[in-house]
């Protein structure tokens, strides 16, 4: 009885141990990173009520530089990629950051989900109802696909392939709370041994069990990165960073640039 109430004892710790608790990165911003099982994803929460951040998205200017690049131009606290894209690099939905829609984003871009972002705000637009306009409080947004929780639920009929849905993969995700006042940014890593990444299904339960009421899968695979602070937190599943048509940051409001000219990469 002993020993099985002290393996009872140890079983309990070490579940409690492989859940990541939430650290501070800077106020209103916080981290985990979630190792278990094979998992190796990193998880971003945003409190979108404060004041002294703004949630930005890439210029047409900015268009292919890897994650790192871009987080160094706009001195972001986060960053991650984001929207599928074509070889020509063009995304294939709807784009727009601070100087407006990118010029090829409404030309035969797939109808995909759309994430809206503003001063304070952050939506995701269902495909089901395309948003091809920006509404007037939108300063960016960027596109992914699919939808993978809904109405506080993951959702049950994922569309895809077997390939894409059903088999474990690097992934990227956007996600929100119910009453819009958290953002969730999250990156899988996989591809590795022991490490193969998850499923769509898999994300779709990840993203619900962090709080997210909404949430919707975007470019991920060798794409998938996620920068903190000054550097890339997770391992891109080709050992490098991979060029990326648009990304998703957080910074601070005191170096939001809108539309003026980014800052020059620092030399290498």
């Not at 268009?63 to 063009?90: P, W």
């Not at 909404?214 to 060798?222: C, F, S, Y």
């Not at 997770?234 to 648009?246: A, I, K, Y």
Request: charged fraction near 20%; include cysteine.
């Amino acid at each position: 009885m002993k020993r099985a109430l002290a393996l009872l004892l140890m079983v309990l710790a070490g579940a409690a141990t492989a859940e990541a608790e939430w650290q501070p990165v800077v106020d209103g911003v916080e981290y985990q990173h979630v190792t278990r099982s094979g998992t190796d994803a990193h998880a971003v929460r945003v409190d979108l009520t404060n004041a002294n951040l703004r949630i930005v998205t890439t210029r047409e200017s900015e268009r292919g530089l890897t994650v790192s690049e871009f987080a160094q131009r706009n001195a972001a606290i986060v960053a991650i990629n984001a929207d599928y894209f074509d070889v020509d690099m063009r995304p294939l939905g709807l784009a727009m950051g601070a100087c407006g829609i990118w010029a090829d984003a409404m030309a035969e871009v797939r109808n995909e989900e759309v994430v809206g972002v503003g001063e304070g705000k952050v939506r995701i637009f269902a495909r089901k109802q395309p948003l091809t306009t920006p509404e007037p409080w939108m300063t960016g947004a960027v596109s992914g696909w699919p939808m993978v929780v809904e109405d506080c639920e993951p959702v049950a009929k994922l569309p895809g392939s077997d390939h894409f849905t059903r088999a474990p993969h690097p992934r990227t995700a956007v996600g929100l709370s119910g009453d819009g006042k958290q953002l969730y940014l999250v990156v899988v890593d996989g591809r590795r041994d022991g490490v193969p990444g998850m499923t769509l299904p898999d994300l779709a339960q990840f993203m619900d069990d962090l709080g997210a009421c909404t949430a919707v899968n975007l470019d991920g695979g060798d794409s998938s990165a996620m920068w903190i602070r000054d550097h890339i937190v997770n391992l891109p599943s080709d050992l490098v960073e991979r060029r990326v048509v648009n990304h998703v940051a957080v910074v601070a409001a005191s170096d939001y640039q809108g539309c003026d000219t980014p800052a020059s990469l620092p030399e290498r």
